[in-house]
């Protein structure tokens, strides 16, 4: 007796070499997603990850908010990169809205900006170090980041969640004696990283493991449409801080770093260089910035959009990030549309897994700087 | 009122002691006495400097602790004690509790944190019996279709083969071993030749993919490091022409082996960090790949008893590597001697003088042995845990080409370089060739 199918759904063909392994949702390695793999032995014959199940609907509780409404419940997806997830919703909103941001304001959510984005990618570098089993390097940047979190802190108020950059500037301007303990912490910040080559990024034992795994080459980066340090690690230099400068990141000084393997561990080597790269943005930007002044534009009260649509993207910890946002002369935007690097680096796991060793599958997961929340918005 | 226990009362508390107390007299007098009378009655008692133990002798000794001396001083010599105590499970167990302890600190220090902290005042050291408390108080939970009775005996034929392994290593001068046969170190080879067939049985019998490539990984790696591991020792066998662990100990007096066969050392080292499944070769336990490999499905203290064995087999190994390499209980004589006038003129407090008749306990060259043992022990248990805070994990390719090509490459020179040593008359049994 053969037994009814619902409809859409066909029984695969079994193979007895064949072994199907569900790493997730319920594995201390997948995340909150689901990878379906099939191994034969060891190898990795295919690899089908399976996201979706943080999905929040960020997007459509955006049309029932106001802008400043808005602010908290976006920086949710990724609450350790909060200001970059804002920035391009900021500088979207106020395109549409037509407000002039002052200068002293600009530079400080740059300085926002790089703080979280060195938050963002100590936190990822500390869950890589345990997904290879190094147990220090989990342990060292998660309590690196307290030197920027607690910077944060006294700019915004909040540890995490900061909700600190809005349209029309920041929400408060920096306390007194900032700029002293911000760059006497960055120091110590690069002191304490540069540690972590001779522990983790020299390690003999970590370069024979993640050199030549899950090889991304330069053509199949571009082709798949990856993003953010997976692309700058196959040897595309594209970053939008250079190639679209928003606010003052044109006045800076800093270099995009890129690095040709395209290997699990260039992938990982990219973002820890890159915050060498934002020390010294957060250094001249304190030089540069305005040492007075205002730091937001007051919006009318339930401020109104025109009948307009914008996009506007900014360089996030994990690439290509932007806001796509409609608006019909009401005071709630019409759509929100997020394009979200997370998702973007993704689609490249299957063609990285197939035919590597079980064994690398974390360091390929992870060097890809997914985060799962963020992707599935 | 205690927002712990809110519904706690002192009164209740008290009674309720009171209660259990009564109970236990009204039990103890009504059946317990009766048994021990029974038993007296039946049994022969023995002769003890030709007085028969009565029990009312028995309780006049209790008055006089010097008479008991002797008893414990036979006891200490049993084979009851040895494997329960001393140089068997209970001094293991205490080192291995004592080697959890440490390795958390340690690694917490390395890591730039605190460690275990609040649970026993000083520095968290009640941690691990608040860790077995809760071991103990959990559920154990058997997945419906794993083949119940290996899945039920695998933890216990893990401690079991750890408590053998560790009965093997000889701890101190005059005899402090569990089990000395004159073929100590294949011994020790068979018993290892154990653990893998336990991680598949076990991997096997739970039903789990995860188990299952976990089951895989171990046997593969206990498989390629088990030949190199042999093979680093022949040279020590070779040299001194032994297998007994006792006889290779003695004939370190003046240089250890680490000294000659520097390579072996390393390598069996190597092997011992694989064995145990150690970082950088913990695979059949990589928690980002297969969960927790061939434990996954074990809880409450089917789990803590496989944590125990492990523990026990780390104490072995280092144990062994001290007596093959690190020349064991010899070392400089450190401890004080027994005072003699204790022995010959006995204790005097105040106007009594107390003659004890067999008193020193341990003589001095045990406890030497057993300090020194202690130490280098410690210290290779403490260069093993080391790696843990250094190294990621490796693969599997990886450790597979390190286990059947290098390491067994670096042991076929060692037994070369022993053939050569021995052949060109430096050494022999016993050492240098004077």
Not at chain 2, 231 to 256: F, K, P
Request: hydrophobic share 45%; net charge neutral; charged share 15%.
């Amino acid at each position: 007796m053969t037994t009814q199918l619902p409809p859409g759904i066909q029984l695969e063909k079994v193979d007895d070499r064949i072994m199907t392994l569900n790493v997730g949702p319920q594995h201390p390695g997948s995340g909150h997603m689901r990878l379906i793999i099939k191994v034969d032995g060891d190898y990795i014959v295919s690899c089908d990850p399976d996201p979706g199940y943080v999905h929040r609907g960020e997007e459509k509780m955006a049309e029932y908010r106001n802008y400043i409404q808005n602010i908290p419940h976006l920086e949710r997806p990724v609450i350790h990169d909060s200001s970059n997830i804002l920035y391009p919703y900021c500088l979207a909103t106020e395109e549409l809205l037509g407000i002039e941001v002052p200068e002293r304001a600009k530079y400080i959510r740059v300085i926002a900006a790089e703080l979280n984005r060195c938050i963002y990618t100590l936190y990822w570098l500390a869950i890589y170090g345990i997904f290879l089993g190094h147990s220090t390097m989990f342990m060292w940047p998660a309590g690196d980041r307290e030197l920027f979190i607690d910077l944060l802190e006294a700019m915004s108020g909040a540890r995490v969640t900061h909700a600190y950059l809005v349209p029309g500037g920041v929400r408060n301007d920096l306390p007194a004696n900032f700029e002293e303990r911000c760059l006497r912490q960055v120091d110590y910040f690069e002191k304490r990283i540069k540690e972590y080559q001779a522990i983790f990024y020299k390690n003999p034992l970590l370069i024979s493991r993640t050199e030549g795994t899950g090889v991304l080459s330069r053509t199949d980066a571009i082709r798949l449409g990856t993003t953010g340090s997976v692309l700058r690690a196959s040897g595309v230099n594209f970053d939008i801080r250079k190639k679209e400068p928003y606010d003052v990141y044109e006045n800076l000084d800093f270099e995009t770093v890129v690095m040709k393997e395209g290997d699990s561990y260039a992938r990982s080597y990219v973002p820890y260089l890159e915050m060498f790269e934002s020390c010294r943005i957060i250094r001249d930007a304190i030089r540069k910035m305005p040492k007075s002044g205002s730091v937001r534009t007051k919006l009318k009260p339930n401020p109104k959009g025109g009948n307009d649509e914008v996009y506007k993207r900014v360089e996030s910890g994990r690439g290509a990030l932007g806001y796509y946002i409609v608006s019909n002369n009401r005071p709630e935007p019409y759509r929100v549309k997020i394009s979200v690097g997370s998702f973007r680096n993704l689609i490249c796991m299957p063609y990285l897994l197939k035919g590597e060793l079980l064994g690398n599958m974390p360091a390929v997961y992870w060097s890809l700087n997914y985060w799962p929340v963020e992707a599935d918005r | 009122m205690s927002t712990i226990a809110p519904q706690f009362r002192l009164s209740r508390f008290i009674a309720s002691l009171t209660d259990i107390i009564f109970w236990v007299l009204l039990i103890f007098s009504l059946v317990g006495l009766p048994i021990v009378f029974i038993v007296l009655f039946y049994i022969k008692m023995p002769l003890i400097n030709n007085q028969l133990l009565t029990p009312y002798l028995a309780m006049t000794w209790m008055a006089d602790p010097s008479r008991t001396l002797p008893i414990i001083k036979t006891l200490l010599h049993t084979t009851f004690f040895h494997v329960l105590a001393f140089p068997g499970f209970g001094f293991a167990a205490l080192l291995a509790a004592a080697t959890i302890f440490v390795e958390r600190k340690f690694l917490a220090k390395m890591q730039l944190r605190v460690g275990p902290l609040y649970c026993g005042k000083i520095e968290g050291i009640l941690q691990l019996m608040g860790d077995g408390l809760k071991l103990i108080s959990k559920e154990i939970i058997i997945p419906a279709k794993a083949d119940k009775p290996i899945f039920w005996v695998g933890p216990l034929l893990f401690v079991g083969t750890a408590g053998a392994f560790v009965s093997l290593i000889p701890v101190a001068p005059g005899g402090w071993v569990v089990a000395n046969p004159s073929v100590g170190l294949l011994a020790v080879f068979a018993t290892i030749g154990f653990f893998p067939i336990i991680s598949v049985l076990t991997a096997w019998a739970a039903n789990n993919k995860w188990t299952f490539i976990g089951g895989l990984r171990a046997l593969h790696q206990m498989i390629a490091f088990e030949i190199p591991l042999i093979l680093s020792l022949l040279s020590i066998v070779i040299l001194t022409g032994t297998l007994n662990l006792s006889q290779i100990v003695e004939s370190q007096q003046h240089y250890w082996w680490i000294v000659f066969t520097p390579i072996s050392a390393i390598v069996f080292f190597i092997c011992i960090i694989a064995e145990l499944e150690r970082i950088p070769f913990d695979l059949p336990e990589a928690e980002s790949e297969i969960v927790a490999g061939w434990l996954t499905e074990f809880s409450g203290m089917m789990y803590g008893l496989i944590q125990l064995g492990t523990y026990l087999k780390l104490y072995a190994f280092a144990g062994l590597f001290t007596v093959l390499f690190l020349g064991g209980w010899n070392g400089p004589s450190v401890w004080p001697p027994f005072p003699a006038d204790i022995v010959t003129q006995g204790i005097t407090i105040g106007p009594v003088t107390a003659k004890i008749a067999g008193l020193p306990l341990f003589d001095q060259q045990m406890l030497n042995g057993t300090l020194w043992f202690v130490i280098k022990t410690v210290g290779v248990i403490l260069l093993i845990l080391l790696p843990r805070g250094v190294f990621p994990r490796i693969r599997i390719d990886m450790l597979l080409h390190t286990g059947w090509y290098k390491l067994i490459g670096l042991a076929f020179i060692n037994i070369f370089i022993a053939l050569g040593l021995l052949y060109a008359g430096v050494l022999g049994p016993g050492g240098l060739i004077q």
